[in-house]
């Protein structure tokens, strides 16, 4: 894929997660679900009636699979890069992290609370 093919799909998953993520997105899917549901009668219950929900929330959540695994990847990416500059300011080395994931779950749990507790408020 080229760089500007690759930027305009980067700024649609950006812009439309975005979107898509608010509240009232979710009110709106709500009304839509229950507008079908008491449409239910007029339309006998019919085999179209089930197959209009059934088809759109398979096609939208079907793509919005891909939105939402490009927004994760990006924001895994961002998020490792900060950690490795972190890592290197603070002199971090790879020994010491391998033994923190060795350590027992108390002992992270007092590592975690020892931070907290250093945390400017």
Same mark, same amino acid.
């Given at each position: 894929? $080229?760089?500007?093919?690759?930027?305009?799909?980067?700024?649609? $998953?950006?812009? $439309?997660?975005?979107?898509? %993520?608010?509240?009232?997105?979710?009110?709106?899917?709500?009304?839509?679900?229950?507008?079908? %549901?008491?449409? %239910?009668?007029?339309?006998?219950?019919?085999?179209?009636? &089930?197959?209009?929900?059934?088809t759109s929330t398979t096609v939208i959540t079907?793509?919005?699979?891909?939105?939402? &695994?490009? $927004? &994760?990847?990006?924001?895994?990416?961002?998020?490792?890069?900060?950690?490795?500059?972190?890592?290197?300011?603070?002199?971090?080395? &790879?020994?010491?992290?391998?033994?923190?994931?060795?350590?027992?779950?108390?002992?992270?749990?007092?590592?975690?609370?020892?931070?907290?507790?250093?945390?400017?408020?």
């Amino acid at each position: 894929m $080229t760089k500007k093919k690759s930027d305009i799909f980067t700024r649609f $998953t950006s812009r $439309t997660g975005s979107f898509l %993520g608010r509240p009232w997105t979710f009110i709106l899917a709500l009304f839509l679900v229950v507008a079908w %549901g008491v449409s %239910g009668p007029l339309f006998d219950f019919s085999d179209t009636w &089930q197959l209009v929900i059934n088809t759109s929330t398979t096609v939208i959540t079907f793509l919005m699979v891909f939105i939402i &695994q490009n $927004t &994760q990847n990006r924001d895994n990416m961002a998020i490792n890069i900060k950690l490795d500059v972190l890592l290197e300011k603070h002199k971090i080395t &790879q020994k010491d992290l391998i033994e923190a994931e060795e350590e027992s779950d108390k002992y992270l749990e007092r590592q975690k609370k020892q931070l907290q507790h250093k945390k400017p408020n």
